[in-house]
């Protein structure tokens, strides 16, 4: 009677094991379903996302600047995104924010313009009857748009030119007008200084701010007077105005920002990715470091006595876009200049004066090239400058304001 006993309630605990074990193998298979389908799900809405973002890049007419919409991506019903696209100085941005139910999954982009035949060149001089002389140790390499008049050998400040080649590299006919920049972008830069819509004073600036893209832009509005931006961690959707002079010291941390002021001033050292405008001058001290996709812009909008510009000192190095317009008839057309030991490595336009003494790596577009030293000034010479366009990535991507292909390429993922 006791064996039997035994015998049953082991009968009962293995019966109970097996139950047990069964109920574990079939709570793990829901479980493991479940987690396929969840992750299924998610890479599906990630999928949707990128699509999105093609979708946009891809089609220049799917969505209006600054106008979200919502697609069904396959006509199905299940594959619906959101999808927006807006100018960030320059460049543009495109979101894409895929759904199903309450989960979703959002991408934004920064993204530019492969450039045109044109900006896929040294250089393009406008013909202004007059020839383009170079001194020194001056380097020239690719193809470049040069006036009627040629290239020509010329001896300033006791330095001829040293080279065998003047041009090494392809010569073309340049036309008496430059190219033209995007209309509709250039109105949009030059109107940034007028509107006012700020969202935080100067008083109120927080030490550090992260604002994401996906976010309504914060705009900080300094005033009138001369303001130093010090000791600031700042990235993101942000966009500083200035009525006055702003000076942005080298103890500041900003990426991939937005500033207009009527006067810019960037102190010696300072690292960062900046998109800077400026109505009257915009200067960059010495051993500076402005990383790609950076840009300088003179925007002048109205009529001055003085000459604009922009100014890149000694060792400093700008990865990007450098430009100056001038949308009201004026003598005092812009000027860029770039010192000795500075780098360009982009594009540089100005539809006025280039004064190149360092290093273009890229392409420079200009009315004119203005030498001045401690004795003169000349017109179209270069002494001891370097532009070359071949030591510029084959992947280099600009923007809708310069000459382009109108075909979009991402430049990097933001938050």
């Given at each position: 009677m006791k064996l039997q006993a035994n015998a049953l309630f082991i009968?009962?605990?293995i019966s109970m094991i097996i139950a047990l074990m069964a109920s574990m193998l079939i709570l793990s298979a829901y479980y493991n379903k479940t987690s396929i389908l969840l992750n299924f799900k998610k890479e599906r809405l990630v999928s949707n996302a990128n699509s999105g973002i093609n979708l946009i890049l891809g089609d220049e007419h799917v969505v209006e600047y600054d106008t979200p919409i919502s697609v069904d991506l396959f006509q199905t019903g299940n594959d619906s995104v959101?999808?927006?696209k807006c100018v960030w100085g320059v460049f543009e941005i495109?979101?894409?924010t895929a759904y199903k139910h309450k989960?979703?999954?959002s991408q934004t982009v920064l993204y530019g313009y492969k450039p045109d035949t044109i900006l896929k060149s040294a250089m393009y001089l406008s013909d202004q009857n007059r020839a383009l002389f170079l001194c020194g140790?001056?380097?020239i390499k690719g193809v470049c748009y040069l006036p009627e008049a040629g290239v020509k050998r010329a001896y300033i400040e006791g330095q001829g030119y040293i080279n065998s080649d003047l041009i090494d590299g392809t010569e073309k006919r340049s036309k008496t007008v430059l190219p033209k920049l995007d209309e509709k972008l250039s109105a949009y830069l030059a109107k940034q200084f007028l509107d006012t819509n700020a969202s935080v004073n100067t008083a109120e600036i927080p030490d550090t701010i992260h604002h994401s893209f996906s976010k309504p832009t914060l705009v900080i509005e300094i005033g009138n007077s001369i303001f130093t931006l010090n000791q600031k961690v700042l990235s993101g959707n942000i966009m500083i105005k200035s009525k006055g002079k702003l000076i942005i010291s080298a103890e500041n941390k900003l990426n991939n920002i937005q500033v207009y002021a009527t006067a810019i001033v960037v102190e010696e050292n300072f690292k960062g990715t900046l998109q800077l405008f400026a109505r009257d001058s915009l200067i960059i001290h010495k051993n500076c470091t402005l990383n790609y996709p950076s840009a300088l812009g003179i925007i002048k909008d109205r009529f001055k006595l003085f000459q604009q510009f922009i100014k890149i000192e000694e060792g400093s190095v700008v990865e990007g876009i450098c430009f100056g317009f001038c949308s009201v008839t004026d003598l005092n057309r812009v000027r860029i200049t770039v010192d000795e030991k500075a780098?360009?490595?982009g594009q540089?336009?100005?539809d006025g004066f280039a004064e190149i003494k360092?290093?273009?790596?890229?392409?420079?577009?200009?009315?004119n090239f203005r030498l001045r030293t401690p004795s003169s000034t000349y017109d179209n010479h270069l002494l001891n400058a370097t532009i070359d366009f071949s030591k510029l990535s084959t992947t280099f991507v600009g923007s809708a304001l310069l000459p382009s292909v109108k075909e979009k390429k991402v430049i990097l993922n933001l938050e």
């Amino acid at each position: 009677m006791k064996l039997q006993a035994n015998a049953l309630f082991i009968t009962v605990v293995i019966s109970m094991i097996i139950a047990l074990m069964a109920s574990m193998l079939i709570l793990s298979a829901y479980y493991n379903k479940t987690s396929i389908l969840l992750n299924f799900k998610k890479e599906r809405l990630v999928s949707n996302a990128n699509s999105g973002i093609n979708l946009i890049l891809g089609d220049e007419h799917v969505v209006e600047y600054d106008t979200p919409i919502s697609v069904d991506l396959f006509q199905t019903g299940n594959d619906s995104v959101n999808l927006k696209k807006c100018v960030w100085g320059v460049f543009e941005i495109a979101s894409a924010t895929a759904y199903k139910h309450k989960d979703s999954s959002s991408q934004t982009v920064l993204y530019g313009y492969k450039p045109d035949t044109i900006l896929k060149s040294a250089m393009y001089l406008s013909d202004q009857n007059r020839a383009l002389f170079l001194c020194g140790t001056t380097k020239i390499k690719g193809v470049c748009y040069l006036p009627e008049a040629g290239v020509k050998r010329a001896y300033i400040e006791g330095q001829g030119y040293i080279n065998s080649d003047l041009i090494d590299g392809t010569e073309k006919r340049s036309k008496t007008v430059l190219p033209k920049l995007d209309e509709k972008l250039s109105a949009y830069l030059a109107k940034q200084f007028l509107d006012t819509n700020a969202s935080v004073n100067t008083a109120e600036i927080p030490d550090t701010i992260h604002h994401s893209f996906s976010k309504p832009t914060l705009v900080i509005e300094i005033g009138n007077s001369i303001f130093t931006l010090n000791q600031k961690v700042l990235s993101g959707n942000i966009m500083i105005k200035s009525k006055g002079k702003l000076i942005i010291s080298a103890e500041n941390k900003l990426n991939n920002i937005q500033v207009y002021a009527t006067a810019i001033v960037v102190e010696e050292n300072f690292k960062g990715t900046l998109q800077l405008f400026a109505r009257d001058s915009l200067i960059i001290h010495k051993n500076c470091t402005l990383n790609y996709p950076s840009a300088l812009g003179i925007i002048k909008d109205r009529f001055k006595l003085f000459q604009q510009f922009i100014k890149i000192e000694e060792g400093s190095v700008v990865e990007g876009i450098c430009f100056g317009f001038c949308s009201v008839t004026d003598l005092n057309r812009v000027r860029i200049t770039v010192d000795e030991k500075a780098l360009v490595y982009g594009q540089l336009y100005s539809d006025g004066f280039a004064e190149i003494k360092g290093t273009v790596h890229g392409h420079v577009t200009c009315g004119n090239f203005r030498l001045r030293t401690p004795s003169s000034t000349y017109d179209n010479h270069l002494l001891n400058a370097t532009i070359d366009f071949s030591k510029l990535s084959t992947t280099f991507v600009g923007s809708a304001l310069l000459p382009s292909v109108k075909e979009k390429k991402v430049i990097l993922n933001l938050e």
